[in-house]
């Protein structure tokens, strides 16, 4: 079982950058697949990145070029850097886990606006 605390959400400027960060209880060093998500009012929640156990990562479309997902695995920590903000990122970015069984952190807002 693995427990995850975002942080690192606020408010900022379009054209703004921010990094969110994901604490682990244990090690992630062995977990499959960690990866951020997003959830929009009134929307689904949709997968912005994934980042394996080797390092391997993947974007959706609205992330290619501006955010770069990372981890520690010294610190047990996943981090999601986002640059050149748009009113459209504003969401509740969420951490999940994945190793035979999906884990959630309880979301940090993320609100961009002028």
């Known amino acids: 079982q693995v427990q995850l605390v975002e942080s690192g959400g606020g408010l900022v400027q379009p054209g703004g950058s921010l990094r969110l960060s994901c604490a682990a209880s244990r090690s992630i060093f062995s977990i499959s697949v960690m990866a951020w998500y997003r959830q929009a009012p009134g929307k689904q929640r949709e997968l912005v990145a994934t980042?394996?156990?080797?390092?391997?990562?993947n974007y959706a479309d609205s992330a290619k070029g501006r955010f770069t997902i990372s981890k520690d695995n010294a610190k047990n920590t996943m981090y999601l850097q986002m640059n050149s903000l748009k009113p459209e990122d504003t969401a509740v970015y969420f951490c999940?886990?994945?190793?035979?069984?999906?884990?959630w952190g309880q979301g940090t807002q993320v609100t961009v606006s002028s």
């Open positions: 999940n886990a994945w190793n035979s069984k999906s884990y």
């Open positions: 980042i394996t156990s080797d390092g391997r990562t």
